[in-house]
Protein backbone atom coordinates (compact mmCIF):
# COMPACT_ATOMS: atom_id res chain seq x y z
CA UNK A 1 0.00 0.00 0.00
CA UNK A 2 1.45 3.42 -1.05
CA UNK A 3 1.78 5.90 1.60
CA UNK A 4 -0.50 8.02 0.26
CA UNK A 5 -2.88 5.25 0.60
CA UNK A 6 -1.63 4.32 4.43
CA UNK A 7 -1.80 8.11 5.48
CA UNK A 8 -5.53 8.40 4.33
CA UNK A 9 -6.49 5.23 6.51
CA UNK A 10 -4.64 6.90 9.57
CA UNK A 11 -6.86 9.59 8.73
CA UNK A 12 -9.89 7.42 8.20
CA UNK A 13 -8.51 5.62 12.01
CA UNK A 14 -8.44 8.72 13.78
CA UNK A 15 -11.63 9.79 12.65
CA UNK A 16 -13.76 6.67 13.71
CA UNK A 17 -11.91 6.97 17.40
CA UNK A 18 -12.68 10.18 17.89
CA UNK A 19 -16.14 9.62 16.82
CA UNK A 20 -16.15 6.89 19.68
CA UNK A 21 -14.97 8.75 21.88
CA UNK A 22 -17.84 11.89 21.69
CA UNK A 23 -20.05 8.61 22.43
CA UNK A 24 -18.64 8.27 25.78
CA UNK A 25 -20.17 9.36 29.03
CA UNK A 26 -18.02 10.48 32.08
CA UNK A 27 -14.84 11.61 30.52
CA UNK A 28 -12.62 14.10 32.71
CA UNK A 29 -10.76 14.94 30.00
CA UNK A 30 -11.18 18.90 29.06
CA UNK A 31 -8.98 21.11 27.22
CA UNK A 32 -6.19 22.35 29.37
CA UNK A 33 -6.01 19.53 31.78
CA UNK A 34 -2.79 18.84 30.90
CA UNK A 35 -1.13 16.67 33.63
CA UNK A 36 -1.01 13.76 31.45
CA UNK A 37 0.95 15.30 28.49
CA UNK A 38 4.43 14.26 29.12
CA UNK A 39 7.72 13.45 27.19
CA UNK A 40 6.89 9.60 27.28
CA UNK A 41 4.18 9.91 24.53
CA UNK A 42 4.69 6.43 21.55
CA UNK A 43 3.68 6.75 18.04
CA UNK A 44 4.48 5.02 14.19
CA UNK A 45 7.14 6.52 11.72
CA UNK A 46 3.30 6.97 9.65
CA UNK A 47 1.77 9.12 12.22
CA UNK A 48 5.09 10.77 12.69
CA UNK A 49 4.91 11.93 8.94
CA UNK A 50 1.34 12.81 9.25
CA UNK A 51 2.22 15.44 11.65
CA UNK A 52 5.02 16.56 10.14
CA UNK A 53 3.51 16.96 6.46
CA UNK A 54 0.16 18.89 8.18
CA UNK A 55 2.21 21.26 9.41
CA UNK A 56 3.65 24.38 7.17
CA UNK A 57 7.05 24.90 6.51
CA UNK A 58 7.87 27.64 9.03
CA UNK A 59 5.96 25.57 11.73
CA UNK A 60 7.86 22.28 10.90
CA UNK A 61 11.53 24.04 11.50
CA UNK A 62 10.42 25.45 14.54
CA UNK A 63 8.73 22.95 15.88
CA UNK A 64 11.90 20.39 14.93
CA UNK A 65 14.03 22.87 15.98
CA UNK A 66 12.15 22.92 19.78
CA UNK A 67 12.81 18.94 19.98
CA UNK A 68 16.71 19.24 19.02
CA UNK A 69 17.27 22.14 21.44
CA UNK A 70 15.34 20.23 24.35
CA UNK A 71 15.55 16.51 24.05
CA UNK A 72 14.13 14.74 27.60
CA UNK A 73 17.18 13.01 28.33
CA UNK A 74 14.43 10.74 30.14
CA UNK A 75 12.13 10.33 27.81
CA UNK A 76 10.19 7.13 27.49
CA UNK A 77 11.92 4.54 24.58
CA UNK A 78 9.71 1.27 24.13
CA UNK A 79 11.44 -1.80 24.18
CA UNK A 80 8.62 -3.43 22.56
CA UNK A 81 5.55 -2.48 19.78
CA UNK A 82 1.88 -3.55 20.46
CA UNK A 83 2.31 -6.25 17.99
CA UNK A 84 5.04 -8.13 19.32
CA UNK A 85 3.31 -8.18 23.08
CA UNK A 86 0.36 -9.45 21.66
CA UNK A 87 2.51 -12.34 20.35
CA UNK A 88 4.17 -12.94 23.73
CA UNK A 89 0.13 -13.35 24.66
CA UNK A 90 -0.52 -15.87 22.11
CA UNK A 91 2.60 -17.62 23.29
CA UNK A 92 1.24 -17.74 26.82
CA UNK A 93 4.17 -15.35 28.06
CA UNK A 94 3.73 -12.79 30.17
CA UNK A 95 3.41 -8.91 28.88
CA UNK A 96 6.54 -7.38 29.53
CA UNK A 97 6.68 -4.19 31.45
CA UNK A 98 8.66 -1.39 30.09
CA UNK A 99 9.92 1.22 33.43
CA UNK A 100 8.49 4.60 32.30
CA UNK A 101 10.17 7.27 34.38
CA UNK A 102 7.32 9.79 35.66
CA UNK A 103 9.72 12.35 36.47
CA UNK A 104 7.30 15.45 35.42
CA UNK A 105 8.89 16.30 32.29
CA UNK A 106 6.75 18.22 29.75
CA UNK A 107 5.42 17.33 26.63
CA UNK A 108 7.36 20.18 24.48
CA UNK A 109 5.05 21.50 22.54
CA UNK A 110 2.41 22.54 25.28
CA UNK A 111 1.68 25.63 25.08
CA UNK A 112 -0.03 27.61 27.99
CA UNK A 113 -1.46 24.13 29.20
CA UNK A 114 -2.83 23.30 25.81
CA UNK A 115 -1.44 21.60 22.45
CA UNK A 116 0.09 23.19 20.20
CA UNK A 117 -0.41 20.27 17.44
CA UNK A 118 -4.08 19.21 18.71
CA UNK A 119 -5.19 18.18 15.38
CA UNK A 120 -2.38 16.68 14.58
CA UNK A 121 -1.58 14.50 17.55
CA UNK A 122 -1.00 10.79 17.27
CA UNK A 123 -3.23 8.11 18.77
CA UNK A 124 -1.01 7.67 21.80
CA UNK A 125 -2.37 11.12 22.83
CA UNK A 126 -6.35 10.51 21.83
CA UNK A 127 -6.22 7.39 23.65
CA UNK A 128 -5.21 8.84 26.65
CA UNK A 129 -8.80 9.12 28.26
CA UNK A 130 -9.65 9.30 32.25
CA UNK A 131 -12.73 9.09 34.41
CA UNK A 132 -11.15 11.32 36.29
CA UNK A 133 -9.26 14.51 36.42
CA UNK A 134 -5.20 12.83 36.34
CA UNK A 135 -4.06 16.00 38.30
CA UNK A 136 -6.22 15.21 41.46
CA UNK A 137 -5.46 11.07 41.52
CA UNK A 138 -1.43 11.13 40.00
CA UNK A 139 -2.42 8.44 37.55
CA UNK A 140 -5.82 8.09 34.76
CA UNK A 141 -8.32 5.96 35.31
CA UNK A 142 -9.41 3.72 31.70
CA UNK A 143 -11.87 0.77 31.94
CA UNK A 144 -10.86 -2.39 30.70
CA UNK A 145 -13.42 -1.72 27.84
CA UNK A 146 -11.94 1.40 26.69
CA UNK A 147 -8.27 -0.37 27.12
CA UNK A 148 -9.58 -3.02 24.75
CA UNK A 149 -10.36 -0.10 22.15
CA UNK A 150 -7.49 1.17 22.45
CA UNK A 151 -5.59 -1.60 21.99
CA UNK A 152 -6.94 -2.90 18.81
CA UNK A 153 -6.53 0.78 17.19
CA UNK A 154 -2.55 0.67 18.18
CA UNK A 155 -2.23 -2.74 16.53
CA UNK A 156 -4.29 -1.64 13.32
CA UNK A 157 -2.07 1.54 13.55
CA UNK A 158 1.09 -0.46 13.94
CA UNK A 159 0.34 -3.28 11.30
CA UNK A 160 -0.71 -0.30 8.75
CA UNK A 161 2.76 1.27 9.45
CA UNK A 162 5.17 -1.97 8.11
CA UNK A 163 7.74 -1.48 7.52
CA UNK A 164 8.00 1.37 9.35
CA UNK A 165 8.95 2.05 13.39
CA UNK A 166 7.97 2.98 16.43
CA UNK A 167 9.59 4.96 19.13
CA UNK A 168 8.86 8.07 21.54
CA UNK A 169 7.61 11.13 19.79
CA UNK A 170 10.99 12.79 20.27
CA UNK A 171 12.67 10.42 18.22
CA UNK A 172 10.61 9.90 15.36
CA UNK A 173 10.09 13.07 14.20
CA UNK A 174 13.68 13.86 14.62
CA UNK A 175 14.17 10.91 12.75
CA UNK A 176 11.96 12.31 10.02
CA UNK A 177 13.12 15.61 10.47
CA UNK A 178 14.50 15.98 7.43
CA UNK A 179 12.90 16.36 3.59
CA UNK A 180 15.80 13.64 2.60
CA UNK A 181 14.46 11.62 5.34
CA UNK A 182 10.69 11.93 4.69
CA UNK A 183 11.16 11.13 1.02
CA UNK A 184 13.20 8.10 1.77
CA UNK A 185 10.35 6.93 3.83
CA UNK A 186 7.60 7.30 1.14
CA UNK A 187 10.00 5.19 -0.83
CA UNK A 188 9.68 2.48 1.45
CA UNK A 189 12.92 3.23 3.47
CA UNK A 190 11.51 4.07 7.07
CA UNK A 191 14.69 5.57 9.66
CA UNK A 192 14.92 2.65 11.51
CA UNK A 193 19.16 2.97 12.15
CA UNK A 194 17.70 6.43 13.91
CA UNK A 195 18.00 5.93 17.93
CA UNK A 196 15.32 4.59 19.70
CA UNK A 197 13.02 3.16 16.67
CA UNK A 198 12.37 -0.55 16.83
CA UNK A 199 10.34 -2.04 13.97
CA UNK A 200 7.01 -2.41 13.38
CA UNK A 201 5.23 -6.23 13.30
CA UNK A 202 2.09 -7.31 11.63
CA UNK A 203 -0.57 -7.86 13.93
CA UNK A 204 -0.91 -11.90 14.75
CA UNK A 205 -4.51 -11.01 15.80
CA UNK A 206 -6.58 -8.12 18.01
CA UNK A 207 -6.44 -8.51 21.57
CA UNK A 208 -10.08 -8.37 22.06
CA UNK A 209 -11.32 -10.77 24.76
CA UNK A 210 -14.35 -13.09 24.61
CA UNK A 211 -16.53 -10.54 27.09
CA UNK A 212 -15.90 -7.55 24.60
CA UNK A 213 -16.07 -9.47 20.81
CA UNK A 214 -19.59 -8.68 20.78
CA UNK A 215 -19.09 -4.93 21.43
CA UNK A 216 -16.36 -4.97 19.31
CA UNK A 217 -17.90 -5.62 16.08
CA UNK A 218 -19.53 -2.35 14.82
CA UNK A 219 -16.50 -0.54 15.81
CA UNK A 220 -14.18 -2.94 14.21
CA UNK A 221 -16.93 -2.85 11.02
CA UNK A 222 -16.50 0.82 11.16
CA UNK A 223 -12.36 0.97 11.20
CA UNK A 224 -12.71 -1.41 8.09
CA UNK A 225 -14.94 0.59 5.97
CA UNK A 226 -11.56 2.68 4.88
CA UNK A 227 -9.47 0.24 4.85
CA UNK A 228 -10.47 -2.01 1.87
CA UNK A 229 -8.41 -1.11 -1.75
Given at each position: ??????????????GVYDRFCGRLDGLACRKFCDACCSRNVTLTTLEG??????????????????????????????RY???????????????????????????????????????????????MLSRHPCGEQGYAALDDWLLTVNTVFLQTIEHLDRPGGFGNLEDVLLALGSEDRRAAYREGQPPLDAAGLIPNQPAPMLMVPPEHQDRMRPLLAEMQQGMAG
Open positions: MRVARRLAVLEHLYLHLLQGLTAERRESCLATLAGDLGPNRFRPTTNQIAVLCREGHEPPGDAVDHDGSRCPFLADAACALYPLRPFGCRC
